[in-house]
């Protein structure tokens, strides 16, 4: 798919870089399925870059939007699955 990930010109080179992992875990829960886990790690880093949540709407919007896969879903999803399970959206 052609679209891009949201990002602040204010971040540094590797925050953008962990966000772009964030959002590609995101991407990876909808066409192949993602460990809970390791998308909640990539989550917890991309709050620490982003930690107020009407940045995190912003940016969620801005990547469903392009993707149209949903940050929101997907996170809500992996908080109410056990550990070690397999996120498929």
Request: glycine share 4%; charged share 35%.
């Amino acid at each position: 798919m052609e679209y891009s990930y949201p990002f602040s010109i204010d971040w540094t080179q590797d925050e953008i870089v962990t966000v772009i992992q964030f959002f590609q875990k995101i991407e990876q829960a909808y066409e192949k399925g993602v460990d809970r886990d390791d998308l909640l790690d990539e989550y917890r880093k991309f709050k620490k870059i982003v930690p107020a949540k009407s940045d995190e709407k912003k940016f969620g919007k801005e990547f469903e939007d392009s993707s149209g896969y949903s940050l929101y879903r997907t996170i809500k999803k992996a908080k109410g699955t056990s550990s070690n399970q397999l996120i498929k959206m």
